[in-house]
C-alpha cells in the first residue's frame, strides 16, 4: 500500500501544478480592471443637478398624493362619525364619492411613480444621458488599454478585496474632464506642501 501510494503522490503533484499554471496563465491573458460608477456619477456637476430637478419634481408629486389621500381619510370619518343619521341611497352616494376618490388618488400615483410613470420618464431624460456618456468613457478606456473586463465595484458583484492599482475610476473622469471634489480640495486647501515629501514627477 505504501509503495502505491508513493506512486500516486508526484502524479497528483504534476496535475495540480499543471492545472494552477493554467488558471494563472489564463488570469494573465484576460486584462481586467473595475469602476465605481457610483462614485463617478457623485462628482459629475450636472447629474447632482439632474438628481436635484428629480428630487424635487418627486417632492411635490408626493405632497399631492399626500393630500388626497389626506381628503380621502376625512371623508371616510366624516361619512361613519353620520353614518347613523344616513339612510340606504345617502350611505351609498357616500360611499361610492369616498370610492372613486381613492381610485383616483391610486391612478395618480401610478400615474407619477410607476414603473414608465412621469418620474421614471424623467429620469431616461435626465440621467440617462449623463450614464451614456460614462459607459463611453468606460468603452475608450477599454479599448485603449486592451482590456477584457470592466467590472462595476457599486453594481450587484460583489468585490471581497479590490487592489486600487486596477482602479480606473480616476482615468474615466478624466475621460470625462471632470476632476474629482476630492482632489480639488487636496489642491486648494491652503496648506504648503510638505518639504519631506518626494518631488511629484
Keep these: 500500500m505504501k509503495t502505491i501510494i508513493k506512486a500516486i503522490t508526484p502524479i497528483r503533484f504534476v496535475a495540480f501544478f499543471a492545472m494552477g499554471l ?13 469602476v465605481d460608477t457610483e462614485y463617478i456619477l457623485s462628482q459629475l456637476p450636472d447629474y447632482k443637478s439632474a438628481q436635484k430637478k428629480l428630487d424635487e419634481v418627486s417632492e411635490v408629486w408626493q405632497k399631492e398624493v399626500d393630500a388626497k389621500y389626506a381628503e380621502i381619510d376625512k371623508l371616510y370619518k366624516n361619512y361613519k362619525a353620520e353614518e347613523v343619521l344616513l339612510n340606504g341611497e345617502q350611505k351609498k352616494q357616500r360611499q361610492d364619492e369616498i370610492i372613486a376618490k381613492e381610485k383616483a388618488a391610486k391612478q395618480f400615483q401610478q400615474d407619477k411613480f410607476g414603473y414608465e410613470g412621469e418620474l421614471f420618464k424623467k429620469r431616461e431624460q435626465l440621467i440617462k444621458p449623463i450614464q451614456d456618456r460614462v459607459f463611453d468613457a468606460i468603452q475608450t478606456i ?37 476632476t474629482p471634489i476630492d482632489e480639488k480640495e487636496k489642491k486648494d486647501d491652503g496648506n504648503p506642501p510638505d518639504e519631506n515629501l518626494p518631488p511629484q514627477d
Excluded: C, H, P, W
Excluded at 494573465?28 to 473595475?34: E, L, M, T
Excluded at 465595484?153 to 468585490?159: H, L, R, T, V, Y
Excluded at 482602479?167 to 478624466?174: F, H, N, P, T
Design 22 to 34: 493554467f488558471a494563472f496563465t489564463t488570469a494573465q491573458a484576460q486584462r481586467f480592471a473595475y
Design 142 to 178: 477599454a479599448k485603449r488599454e486592451d482590456l477584457d473586463f470592466i467590472f462595476d465595484k457599486s453594481g450587484d458583484m460583489i468585490m471581497l478585496f479590490s487592489n486600487a492599482r486596477f482602479d480606473k475610476s480616476g482615468e474615466v473622469l478624466e475621460e470625462l474632464g471632470i
